[in-house]
Nanobody
Framework: VQLQASGGGLVQAGDSLRLSCTAS????????MGWFRQAPGKEREFVGR????????YYADSVKDRFTISRDNAKKMVFLQMNSLKTEDTAVYYC??????????????????????WGQGTQVTVSS
């Protein structure tokens, strides 16, 4: 599956932004989809994930209650709605797909190595 993220931009603290990730290829719905981000000089970090059917989500503590992941399997898209943005949310955001099962250990799905397919990333900059 090929992934392409979009929707990044420059916003002010407190604003909202919605990122999209569009998949191409034969299949999309079987994949658990994740979002990661990477700030300059830092490692790529887990943001959240959504189950293949979209019924379950999980978020990193740093974004919980502010970010929401959703997906539309018919359109082969996954979304990251980001509200109440903070300057520390500034990063390049990546969508990724994994065949690691939803119930698998967090050591697998919380790390970039657990994902087989990646989008190219979209820059989000939050100014104060």
């Amino acid at each position: 599956v090929q992934l392409q993220a979009s929707g990044g931009g420059l916003v002010q603290a407190g604003d909202s932004l919605r990122l999209s990730c569009t998949a191409s290829g034969r299949t999309f719905s079987p994949y658990v989809m994740g979002w990661f981000r990477q700030a300059p000089g830092k490692e790529r970090e887990f943001v959240g994930r959504i189950s293949s059917g979209g019924g379950s989500t999980y978020y990193a503590d740093s974004v919980k209650d502010r970010f929401t992941i959703s997906r539309d399997n018919a359109k082969k898209m996954v979304f990251l709605q980001m509200n109440s943005l903070k300057t520390e949310d500034t990063a390049v955001y990546y969508c990724a797909a994994t065949t690691v099962g939803w119930a698998s250990s967090s050591s697998r799905w919380s790390r970039p190595t657990g994902y087989s397919y990646w989008g190219q990333g979209t820059q989000v900059t939050v100014s104060s």
